[in-house]
Structures are given as structure tokens and as C-alpha cells.
């Protein structure tokens, strides 16, 4: 149990498919992300999220949008996604504060099926 | 954000001591060295954190030489459960609003 949760773990949809896929986290942090790994490939960051606040985005489709509410909650919001899209999405959480050394707190991930 | 290069895959024993050397040869003053696990179908777990010389925790300990161009991630007795693909990871987060970059990792096998 990191304290970063993600729902749901496991996701089939079609191309044409408007589907969320949400990420809570129990530990305070004020910095959330995105990141996405296909099959034997690096964990490629999608997006980061500071104090609610969008601070990066990785030249992500339009078809992934992300929404942050509060500093617990992190949505990626998935239409008209592609086969190519299948893939390990996993959310991340940081402390911000100030120095922050580089620890992230990952969850258990969504395995996104795309038919 | 500074490049990493590590070995594709290691193999070992159960019981046999690791190291996994990491170049990172345009490591930044401001940059810490961490390093991640990753089983499959899960998230990287955060393993060890250093800036410079050495640092140990009850998992592992990391030894970074002066010029900080490298790093050796050190699992001492593996076991099975150590199989994983190991990040090392070169950055600086500074507020948060950077986060780190990974590589391919390397994928250590253990055998019985």
C-alpha cells in the first residue's frame, strides 16, 4: 500500500468510448502526475500536476485530458482513444515542498485495453 | 534533466550480492540520484536516495564516487523476490514542478 490508488485497475474500451480513469492520493502531497508505459517501453510522463496547477505536458493527444480538482484527486479523462493506447497508465504523487528531492509515490496502475 | 545509462539485464543467484552501475555523466550540482524497482504490472517503488558518497537503508545501499558520475546501486543476498527491472534516476524536482525521467531500467533475473 503506497497511499496512491488507483481505479479501476483494469479497463477494456472501444475507440469510440468516453471512459475516466482516477487516481487518489492519501498522503498530503501537493504534486500529482501521469505517466504512461506501453509494453516494453520507459514510463513516458504524460502530465504534472503542482497545486492543482497544470505545470507540464508532455506534447500528450488531445484525446487524453487531465483534471486535477484538489491536491488528492488526479483524472485522466480518455476519448477516442486508439489500439496504440493500450498501455500501464500509473499516477504518481510528490511532497512540494520547496526541495523536493525526487520521490515519487506510485499506485497500482490502470491496464487500458483499446480495442 | 541528466541522461542515465545502465545495463540492459543482469542475472544472479539467491543469496549473491548485486550491483547495478548507473553512468550519469552530466549530472548537475542540484541533482540527487534515485533509484526505483518495478515489478510487472505495477508502479516503480522508490528504493534508495543519495547526493553523494554513500548511503544505506535497510534495502539497499548506494555508493556515489566523488565526481558523481556514476552511481552502484548494492542489494546485498537477493532473493527471487528481488527479480525486477531497477530505474536509476538523475534530477533535481525543485518545488515539484519537474519530475524525473526514466530510462529502460535494468532487468535483474535471480535464479534459485
Known amino acids: 500500500e503506497t497511499g496512491v490508488t488507483q481505479t479501476p485497475r483494469h479497463l477494456v474500451m472501444g475507440m469510440t468510448n468516453k471512459k475516466s480513469l482516477k487516481c487518489e492520493q492519501h498522503l498530503g502531497h501537493n504534486a500529482m502526475y501521469w505517466y504512461k508505459q506501453s509494453a516494453k517501453k520507459p514510463l513516458e510522463l504524460m502530465f504534472v500536476?503542482?497545486?492543482?496547477?497544470?505545470?507540464e505536458n508532455n506534447s500528450v493527444p488531445s484525446r487524453f485530458s487531465p483534471e486535477c480538482p484538489n491536491s488528492s484527486h488526479l483524472f485522466l479523462h480518455l476519448h477516442t482513444l486508439q489500439p496504440e493506447d493500450s498501455a500501464l497508465y500509473l499516477c504518481a504523487s510528490s511532497p512540494d515542498r520547496g526541495r523536493n528531492t525526487g520521490e515519487l509515490f506510485f499506485g497500482e496502475g490502470s491496464r487500458l485495453t483499446v480495442l | 534533466l541528466a541522461k542515465t545509462t545502465q545495463p540492459i539485464s543482469m542475472d544472479s543467484y539467491e543469496g549473491q550480492e548485486v550491483n547495478i552501475t548507473c553512468s550519469h555523466n552530466n549530472i548537475a550540482t542540484n541533482d540527487y540520484i534515485t533509484w526505483y524497482q518495478q515489478f510487472p504490472s505495477q508502479g516503480p517503488r522508490f528504493i534508495i536516495q543519495?547526493?553523494?558518497t554513500k548511503v544505506t537503508n535497510e534495502v539497499a545501499s548506494l555508493f556515489i564516487p566523488a565526481d558523481r558520475k556514476s552511481s552502484t546501486l548494492s542489494l546485498p543476498r537477493v532473493s527471487l523476490s528481488d527479480t525486477a527491472v531497477y530505474y536509476c534516476l538523475v534530477g533535481d524536482m525543485d518545488t515539484g514542478r519537474r519530475a524525473l525521467t526514466f530510462g529502460s531500467g535494468t532487468r535483474l533475473q535471480v535464479q534459485p
Open positions: 543519495g547526493y553523494k
Open positions: 500536476y503542482s497545486l492543482e496547477e497544470r505545470v
